[in-house]
């Protein structure tokens, strides 16, 4: 997680992910190429990691399964602004170097009161539940349906919220 995405309690869905998930660690830098936990985790043979990035080579969860049977999937997802998300890979050339995933979706972003660059851009939370489906359809997850419907209603509160606020 960027330093200001970290700052922002009010809006942060990468705050909202992380108190969401079980099994979610929250890393917060710019630079994460010494950082001993994430090489931990990237140098254990027990895992095979990810990073969620949209790129011309990228993994399209849609259409190609990842992972292997025998290895845990982890997967770091980068909660940042593009332009930020952009330096955070470029700086941290351990997390650049794994293979890319992304996917593909019809959903409009409910976070309405924060403009995205592209229409097809989603919050970290509504990327989170794309992913998490996709993982329960390739049977690398076994989430019950119930969770996955009821996971964004924490982030829609906030931004029922925060359009409130406004008012």
Known sequence: ???KEFRKTKNGTGHFTNLSLTNCELHVG???TDNTH???LLENKNNHCF????????????E?????????????????????SRAMLKNSP???????????????SAFIFKEQPQEYCLSTMEST?????????HQLENIPQEKLKNFLTPFHKMVEYQLSCNQ
């Open 30 to 32: 710019i630079d994460f």
């Open 64 to 84: 190609k399964k990842i992972g292997e049977e025998k290895r845990q999937t982890v997967l770091f997802l980068i909660d940042s602004t593009w332009p930020c």
């Open 1 to 3: 997680m960027h330093p």
């Open 94 to 108: 351990n997390i650049n170097a794994l293979p890319k995933v992304s996917f593909t979706h019809t959903k409009n």
């Open 38 to 40: 994430i090489n931990a």
């Open 129 to 137: 539940l794309c992913i998490l489906e996709l993982l329960n359809k």
């Open 51 to 62: 990073v969620l990035y949209p790129s011309k080579s990228s993994i399209n969860l849609n």
